[in-house]
């Protein structure tokens, strides 16, 4: 059979966050479509057990455990991927951290500084291993930030967070034009509430939960697997005209 329009053969991804949730349906979308993975978060078992569950797909993946908090590590995650497989094509950044809920005026530094450690230099300094890698091979790539609709909007009590996710967005912005001309396309995904663990104060919670269903179009929460195929898209040559774009995935969320 000839081989699916939008796929990945002959590529190589790293996807952070990886262990589950939607780092792992896009890991796991990834290499169904060819690529070969290399799954990166702090805790190896969680990413062990994703390999597995690519490989049994017939898939060829790599867990290497790494906080994207430190950029030594992310150094040595993208070392291991060369190592293993010769060259890295797309980076997906999608670990994130959310450890404060409750009013901004309140957050204490500590909070304020592991979530803009993660969420934002680790997706800086992740990216910039990554291009500083596709450069020296004077290589295309892609780049797809995992963001969210949080980066778009007031988000009352969740305004750090939101405010690294607004971080990302600009980030993917000045990136585009700046790695253009280098043939580096860097996109953005911004998912409304999608059913995770990091989700699941929001999801556990029967009031917030009804008042985001009652202003959705599906009203449907989604599963990681609805955000998999945009990512997919982002990162293959189908979509080698676009870059700099943060695509909304909401279920009609906010689009009212
Ligand atoms: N769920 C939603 O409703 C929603 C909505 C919009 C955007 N998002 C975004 O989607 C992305 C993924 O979230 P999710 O909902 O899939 O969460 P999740 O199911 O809780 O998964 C989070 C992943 O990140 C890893 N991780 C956390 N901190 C890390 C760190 N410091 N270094 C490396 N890996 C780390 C976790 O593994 P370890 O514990 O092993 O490190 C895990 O693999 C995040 O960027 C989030 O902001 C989620």
Redesign the pocket.
Known sequence: MSQPIIHLENKVAIV?????????AIARTYAKAGAKVVL????LD??LEVQKKIEADGGEALAVA????SKEQIEALVAQAIARFGKVDVLV??????PYFGPMMLVEDVAWDKTFE??VK?YFYTTRAVVKHLMDRNAPGAIVN?????GQMAMPLQGV?AMT?AAVISMTKTLAMELGSANVRVNAI??????????SA??SNDEIKAMVLSRMATKQI?E?GD?AGLALLLASDQSRYMTGECVVIDGGWTVG
Request: charge should be positive; proline fraction near 4%; glycine fraction near 14%.
């Open positions: 952070t966050g990886a262990s589950r949730g939607i780092g792992e990166a978060s702090r805790k969680g990413l790494c906080h994207t908090g950044n999608n670990a994130a951290t959310n993660v969420n680790g995992v963001a969210s609709v949080a967070y996710k911004a998912p409304g509430l999608v059913d995770t663990k990091f989700a929001l999801t989604a990681p955000i």
